[in-house]
Protein backbone atom coordinates (compact mmCIF):
# COMPACT_ATOMS: atom_id res chain seq x y z
CA UNK A 1 0.00 0.00 0.00
CA UNK A 2 2.79 2.01 0.54
CA UNK A 3 4.42 1.63 -2.31
CA UNK A 4 0.72 1.89 -4.04
CA UNK A 5 0.59 5.97 -2.45
CA UNK A 6 4.45 6.40 -3.74
CA UNK A 7 3.43 5.81 -7.37
CA UNK A 8 -0.06 7.86 -6.53
CA UNK A 9 2.22 10.83 -5.77
CA UNK A 10 4.56 10.39 -8.57
CA UNK A 11 1.04 10.82 -11.25
CA UNK A 12 0.81 14.28 -9.17
CA UNK A 13 -2.46 12.72 -7.38
CA UNK A 14 -0.92 14.01 -3.53
CA UNK A 15 -4.31 13.27 -1.84
CA UNK A 16 -4.63 10.06 -3.12
CA UNK A 17 -1.10 9.47 -2.52
CA UNK A 18 -1.56 10.38 1.38
CA UNK A 19 -4.87 8.48 1.74
CA UNK A 20 -3.08 5.20 0.63
CA UNK A 21 0.04 5.95 2.29
CA UNK A 22 -2.41 7.02 5.89
CA UNK A 23 -4.10 3.52 5.72
CA UNK A 24 -0.28 1.62 5.30
CA UNK A 25 0.55 3.91 8.04
CA UNK A 26 -2.56 2.65 10.14
CA UNK A 27 -1.85 -1.17 9.12
CA UNK A 28 1.59 -0.91 10.76
CA UNK A 29 0.65 0.57 13.62
CA UNK A 30 -2.21 -2.06 13.69
CA UNK A 31 0.00 -5.30 13.22
CA UNK A 32 3.10 -3.64 14.46
CA UNK A 33 5.10 -3.97 11.85
CA UNK A 34 7.83 -1.69 13.21
CA UNK A 35 9.96 -1.78 10.16
CA UNK A 36 6.94 -0.15 8.10
CA UNK A 37 6.23 2.76 10.39
CA UNK A 38 9.50 4.63 9.54
CA UNK A 39 8.91 4.87 5.58
CA UNK A 40 5.08 5.64 5.74
CA UNK A 41 6.26 8.34 8.76
CA UNK A 42 8.33 9.98 6.04
CA UNK A 43 6.62 10.04 3.09
CA UNK A 44 3.54 11.20 5.34
CA UNK A 45 5.71 14.01 6.22
CA UNK A 46 7.35 14.93 2.54
CA UNK A 47 3.20 15.36 1.51
CA UNK A 48 2.23 17.50 5.21
CA UNK A 49 4.98 19.51 4.20
CA UNK A 50 4.07 20.02 0.56
CA UNK A 51 0.77 20.67 1.81
CA UNK A 52 1.59 23.82 4.73
CA UNK A 53 0.64 21.02 7.85
CA UNK A 54 3.79 21.86 9.54
CA UNK A 55 2.71 20.38 13.12
CA UNK A 56 1.71 16.73 11.91
CA UNK A 57 4.46 17.26 9.40
CA UNK A 58 6.55 17.69 12.43
CA UNK A 59 5.27 14.98 14.29
CA UNK A 60 5.56 12.26 11.40
CA UNK A 61 9.44 13.49 11.22
CA UNK A 62 9.94 12.61 14.97
CA UNK A 63 8.81 9.39 14.47
CA UNK A 64 10.49 8.89 11.13
CA UNK A 65 13.67 9.84 12.32
CA UNK A 66 13.33 7.94 16.22
CA UNK A 67 11.78 4.66 14.96
CA UNK A 68 14.28 4.02 11.86
CA UNK A 69 16.99 1.05 12.26
CA UNK A 70 20.45 2.01 11.73
CA UNK A 71 20.42 0.74 7.51
CA UNK A 72 16.91 2.16 7.15
CA UNK A 73 17.99 3.99 4.11
CA UNK A 74 15.09 4.98 2.24
CA UNK A 75 12.88 5.96 5.18
CA UNK A 76 16.11 8.19 6.73
CA UNK A 77 16.76 9.78 2.80
CA UNK A 78 13.09 10.87 2.67
CA UNK A 79 12.66 12.36 6.04
CA UNK A 80 16.49 13.80 6.23
CA UNK A 81 15.18 15.72 2.93
CA UNK A 82 11.94 17.30 4.54
CA UNK A 83 13.51 18.65 7.59
CA UNK A 84 16.28 20.21 5.52
CA UNK A 85 13.90 21.90 3.09
CA UNK A 86 11.68 22.88 6.29
CA UNK A 87 15.18 24.60 7.91
CA UNK A 88 15.61 25.84 4.59
CA UNK A 89 12.33 27.47 4.20
CA UNK A 90 13.30 29.22 7.31
CA UNK A 91 16.23 30.86 5.83
CA UNK A 92 18.55 29.03 8.41
CA UNK A 93 20.45 27.14 5.36
CA UNK A 94 23.10 25.87 8.52
CA UNK A 95 21.10 24.19 10.07
CA UNK A 96 19.41 22.57 6.50
CA UNK A 97 23.14 21.95 5.15
CA UNK A 98 23.39 18.27 7.24
CA UNK A 99 20.54 16.90 6.63
CA UNK A 100 20.43 17.79 2.92
CA UNK A 101 23.52 15.90 3.01
CA UNK A 102 22.70 12.67 5.22
CA UNK A 103 19.60 12.54 2.48
CA UNK A 104 22.28 12.61 -0.36
CA UNK A 105 24.13 9.85 1.61
CA UNK A 106 21.19 7.69 2.63
CA UNK A 107 19.66 7.94 -0.99
CA UNK A 108 22.80 7.79 -2.69
CA UNK A 109 23.32 4.26 -0.29
CA UNK A 110 19.76 3.19 -1.08
CA UNK A 111 20.17 3.76 -5.04
CA UNK A 112 17.05 5.86 -4.21
CA UNK A 113 16.68 8.23 -7.70
CA UNK A 114 13.48 9.75 -6.80
CA UNK A 115 14.88 11.29 -3.63
CA UNK A 116 17.97 12.48 -4.69
CA UNK A 117 16.05 14.18 -8.06
CA UNK A 118 13.48 15.78 -5.04
CA UNK A 119 16.66 17.12 -3.08
CA UNK A 120 18.41 18.78 -6.12
CA UNK A 121 14.98 20.55 -7.32
CA UNK A 122 14.33 21.68 -3.77
CA UNK A 123 18.05 23.01 -2.88
CA UNK A 124 17.58 25.07 -6.08
CA UNK A 125 13.91 25.98 -5.49
CA UNK A 126 14.78 27.55 -1.63
CA UNK A 127 17.94 29.08 -2.98
CA UNK A 128 15.40 31.11 -5.79
CA UNK A 129 12.76 31.88 -2.82
CA UNK A 130 15.11 33.41 -0.76
CA UNK A 131 16.35 35.09 -3.77
CA UNK A 132 13.09 36.43 -5.15
CA UNK A 133 12.63 38.20 -1.79
CA UNK A 134 16.23 40.25 -1.70
CA UNK A 135 15.21 41.03 -5.79
CA UNK A 136 12.31 42.93 -4.57
CA UNK A 137 12.87 43.84 -1.32
CA UNK A 138 16.11 45.43 -1.86
CA UNK A 139 18.06 42.71 0.49
CA UNK A 140 21.68 41.67 -0.61
CA UNK A 141 22.00 38.75 -2.46
CA UNK A 142 24.61 37.20 -1.23
CA UNK A 143 24.86 35.09 -4.17
CA UNK A 144 21.64 33.07 -3.82
CA UNK A 145 20.42 33.59 -7.56
CA UNK A 146 24.25 32.42 -8.88
CA UNK A 147 24.15 29.31 -6.61
CA UNK A 148 20.65 28.82 -7.38
CA UNK A 149 21.61 28.63 -11.25
CA UNK A 150 24.08 26.47 -10.43
CA UNK A 151 21.77 24.01 -8.76
CA UNK A 152 19.42 23.76 -11.20
CA UNK A 153 21.75 22.78 -13.40
CA UNK A 154 22.68 20.19 -11.39
CA UNK A 155 19.20 19.45 -10.75
CA UNK A 156 17.88 19.23 -14.50
CA UNK A 157 21.40 17.44 -15.83
CA UNK A 158 20.11 14.36 -13.12
CA UNK A 159 16.91 14.26 -14.20
CA UNK A 160 17.86 14.33 -17.95
CA UNK A 161 20.36 11.29 -17.03
CA UNK A 162 17.41 9.29 -15.31
CA UNK A 163 14.41 9.78 -17.37
CA UNK A 164 12.08 11.52 -14.67
CA UNK A 165 10.29 14.30 -16.52
CA UNK A 166 7.57 14.55 -12.72
CA UNK A 167 9.75 18.13 -12.41
CA UNK A 168 9.38 19.42 -15.77
CA UNK A 169 6.99 22.33 -14.83
CA UNK A 170 7.78 23.26 -11.87
CA UNK A 171 11.90 23.58 -13.48
CA UNK A 172 10.21 25.65 -15.96
CA UNK A 173 9.13 27.83 -13.68
CA UNK A 174 11.96 27.93 -11.70
CA UNK A 175 14.20 28.27 -14.61
CA UNK A 176 12.35 31.38 -15.60
CA UNK A 177 12.26 32.86 -12.63
CA UNK A 178 16.23 32.36 -11.87
CA UNK A 179 16.42 34.02 -15.32
CA UNK A 180 14.28 37.08 -14.03
CA UNK A 181 16.84 37.44 -11.17
CA UNK A 182 19.18 37.13 -13.21
CA UNK A 183 18.37 40.19 -15.74
CA UNK A 184 18.01 38.49 -18.69
CA UNK A 185 14.57 39.11 -19.31
CA UNK A 186 13.90 38.28 -23.01
CA UNK A 187 15.12 34.58 -22.61
CA UNK A 188 12.97 34.46 -19.03
CA UNK A 189 9.83 35.62 -21.07
CA UNK A 190 10.43 33.17 -23.54
CA UNK A 191 10.36 29.95 -20.97
CA UNK A 192 7.17 31.95 -19.18
CA UNK A 193 5.66 31.60 -22.35
CA UNK A 194 6.22 28.05 -22.82
CA UNK A 195 4.45 26.36 -19.97
CA UNK A 196 1.19 25.37 -19.92
CA UNK A 197 -0.86 26.98 -17.25
CA UNK A 198 -3.74 24.22 -16.99
CA UNK A 199 -0.89 22.03 -15.56
CA UNK A 200 0.07 24.40 -12.60
CA UNK A 201 -1.47 24.35 -9.53
CA UNK A 202 -3.26 27.90 -8.24
CA UNK A 203 -1.01 29.33 -6.43
CA UNK A 204 1.41 28.86 -9.08
CA UNK A 205 -0.29 30.86 -11.95
CA UNK A 206 -0.04 34.24 -9.92
CA UNK A 207 3.92 33.74 -10.09
CA UNK A 208 3.86 32.71 -13.48
CA UNK A 209 2.05 36.08 -14.49
CA UNK A 210 3.87 38.19 -12.31
CA UNK A 211 7.21 37.17 -13.24
CA UNK A 212 5.69 37.41 -16.87
CA UNK A 213 5.02 41.13 -16.30
CA UNK A 214 7.64 42.36 -14.79
CA UNK A 215 9.65 40.89 -17.48
CA UNK A 216 7.79 43.13 -20.31
CA UNK A 217 7.95 45.90 -18.30
CA UNK A 218 11.78 45.56 -18.06
CA UNK A 219 11.86 44.78 -21.84
CA UNK A 220 9.56 48.23 -22.28
CA UNK A 221 6.18 46.93 -22.85
CA UNK A 222 4.76 48.32 -19.97
CA UNK A 223 0.71 48.95 -20.83
CA UNK A 224 1.37 44.84 -21.37
CA UNK A 225 3.15 44.70 -18.29
CA UNK A 226 0.34 46.73 -16.30
CA UNK A 227 -2.50 44.31 -17.63
CA UNK A 228 -0.73 41.31 -16.58
CA UNK A 229 0.35 42.46 -12.98
CA UNK A 230 -3.71 43.50 -12.52
CA UNK A 231 -4.35 39.87 -13.61
CA UNK A 232 -1.64 38.27 -11.27
CA UNK A 233 -3.35 40.39 -8.52
CA UNK A 234 -6.73 39.54 -9.41
CA UNK A 235 -6.16 35.59 -10.00
CA UNK A 236 -7.07 33.65 -6.64
CA UNK A 237 -4.07 33.19 -3.95
CA UNK A 238 -5.91 31.45 -1.68
CA UNK A 239 -3.86 28.48 -1.16
CA UNK A 240 -0.38 31.01 -1.21
CA UNK A 241 2.28 31.32 1.25
CA UNK A 242 2.97 34.82 2.94
CA UNK A 243 6.27 34.53 0.96
CA UNK A 244 4.27 34.10 -2.43
CA UNK A 245 1.90 37.15 -1.40
CA UNK A 246 4.67 39.33 -0.34
CA UNK A 247 6.48 38.79 -3.95
CA UNK A 248 3.54 38.67 -6.19
CA UNK A 249 2.94 42.05 -4.13
CA UNK A 250 5.77 43.42 -4.08
CA UNK A 251 6.70 42.95 -8.06
CA UNK A 252 3.48 44.74 -8.77
CA UNK A 253 4.76 47.85 -7.08
CA UNK A 254 8.27 47.56 -8.96
CA UNK A 255 6.53 47.13 -12.24
CA UNK A 256 3.63 49.94 -10.65
CA UNK A 257 6.84 52.13 -10.40
CA UNK A 258 8.31 51.49 -13.89
CA UNK A 259 4.53 52.27 -15.28
CA UNK A 260 4.38 55.81 -13.36
CA UNK A 261 1.64 54.83 -10.99
CA UNK A 262 2.92 55.93 -7.81
CA UNK A 263 -0.32 55.85 -6.22
CA UNK A 264 -0.24 52.22 -6.53
CA UNK A 265 2.82 51.36 -5.93
CA UNK A 266 2.36 52.73 -2.42
CA UNK A 267 -0.10 50.59 -1.93
CA UNK A 268 0.96 46.85 -3.07
CA UNK A 269 4.39 48.07 -1.10
CA UNK A 270 2.02 47.99 2.29
CA UNK A 271 1.08 44.26 1.24
CA UNK A 272 3.96 43.41 0.56
CA UNK A 273 5.05 44.64 4.28
CA UNK A 274 2.66 43.13 5.41
CA UNK A 275 2.99 39.62 3.67
CA UNK A 276 6.79 39.98 4.18
CA UNK A 277 6.26 40.35 8.24
CA UNK A 278 3.78 37.45 8.45
CA UNK A 279 6.39 35.54 6.80
CA UNK A 280 8.89 36.18 8.91
CA UNK A 281 7.19 35.35 11.78
CA UNK A 282 6.12 32.13 9.83
CA UNK A 283 9.48 31.15 9.50
CA UNK A 284 10.64 32.26 13.39
CA UNK A 285 7.13 29.71 14.83
CA UNK A 286 8.81 27.26 12.34
CA UNK A 287 12.06 27.15 12.93
CA UNK A 288 11.57 26.60 16.67
CA UNK A 289 9.15 23.45 16.13
CA UNK A 290 11.83 21.85 13.91
CA UNK A 291 14.38 22.72 16.51
CA UNK A 292 12.19 20.43 19.11
CA UNK A 293 12.07 17.39 17.34
CA UNK A 294 13.32 14.66 18.89
CA UNK A 295 16.29 13.08 16.63
CA UNK A 296 16.46 9.75 18.73
Known amino acids: MLAEGVLHYSQKKPRDAYDRIQRAYGLAVALKIESALPSCAAW ?5 FIESKYEPMAIHLEQALTSAQTQDHQAVARAALVLAVAFHLTNDFDAAKPWYEQARQRASAEGDETTISALLYNVAAMRAANARLADTFEIQDSGETRRAAMELSSSLNYDAAIGNTSLKILSQMLNGLILTLSKRYADALKIFIEIDESTSGIAEISLITVDTAW ?14 AMLADDQPREKSEPDDVAYVNSRICQIAGLCGRGGAASTYRAKANAALASHRQFQSTLRSRLNAIRLS
Do not use: R, S
Open 44 to 48: MAYIE
Open 215 to 228: CMAKLGDVEKAWHL
